[in-house]
């Protein structure tokens, strides 16, 4: 029977740990590592709701992508999230900036779902740089993003032609200058602040804000597929939405 420390050193092997960020949290964040697991939540997001779900499907173990715990506390009370998957006796696996970066991690999966095969990484970043065979307007090209990820998109009004695109998942626009730097003609991001528009219309790119959860969620299968694939476990993808309403 699997253990929860198989499955925390089998995602290592895949995403080591020792990659995160310094500021990161991702690894074993609630549980014991001696745990029988016989079924995994796979989700980006750890809510209430997530926890529910866990409870109410008798699963063992919750791995996410976002940290259940990313700042320090100092102290836990019985409304927040920790208290209730430990009450819950739900074990928490997180892996967050070693998950961006690894290979078929949320950047990687992310240029498939916009079907840009042709890609490659830069370097210990998390920017992929993607080429497309045939030129395309950049019309054309925020379209495919919305229509690939199934969202609306915010981006800035340049009128030229897409070749070379930098993408990079979620909070990605420190990624932006890179890119530019790297010669592409667009960058595709999850989130983007008014003022990275206009960085990126004075750099003459093309910068597309996809949505947080739009850009990462995508890869949330993957990592339960290839678990899936390496232990007799049931894993089960947790039914989630975007946070974020829009009318």
């Known amino acids: 029977m699997a253990t929860v420390r198989d499955i925390y050193n089998f995602i290592d092997s895949i995403a080591p740990f020792n ?22 939540l796979f989700t980006l997001d750890i809510t209430e709701y997530v926890i529910n779900q866990a409870v109410t499907g008798e699963f063992d173990l919750i791995v996410s992508h976002h940290p259940l715990i990313f700042k ?8 927040m999230l920790v208290y209730k998957t430990v009450k819950c006796g739900v074990n928490v696996i997180s892996a967050h900036t070693n998950f961006d970066k690894a290979v078929d991690g949320i950047n990687d999966e992310l240029c498939r779902a916009l079907g840009l095969d042709n890609f490659e990484k830069i370097g210990d970043t998390y920017l992929n740089i993607a080429t497309v065979d045939e030129s395309v307007t950049s019309t054309d090209f925020v379209k495919k993003v919305k229509t690939s990820l199934n969202t609306t998109v915010r981006y800035n009004s340049l009128v030229k032609k897409i070749k070379r695109i930098g993408v990079c998942g979620g909070s990605g626009c420190d990624f932006l200058e890179l890119a530019k730097k790297l010669d592409c003609d667009a960058f595709v991001t999850g989130d983007a602040s008014h003022h990275k ?51």
């Open 19 to 40: 990659t995160q960020e310094e500021w990161d949290n991702s690894g074993l964040l609630v549980g014991n590592e001696n745990a029988e697991v016989n079924k995994i």
């Open 72 to 79: 320090p506390a100092s102290q836990i009370l019985s409304d």
């Open 197 to 247: 528009f206009l960085d990126a219309d004075e750099m003459d790119i093309l910068l597309v804000a996809a949505g947080h959860f739009e850009t990462e969620n995508i890869a949330v299968k993957t990592l339960a597929d290839k678990v899936k694939n390496n232990f007799d476990i049931e894993c089960v993808l947790a039914v989630q939405n975007t946070p974020i309403n829009e009318i």
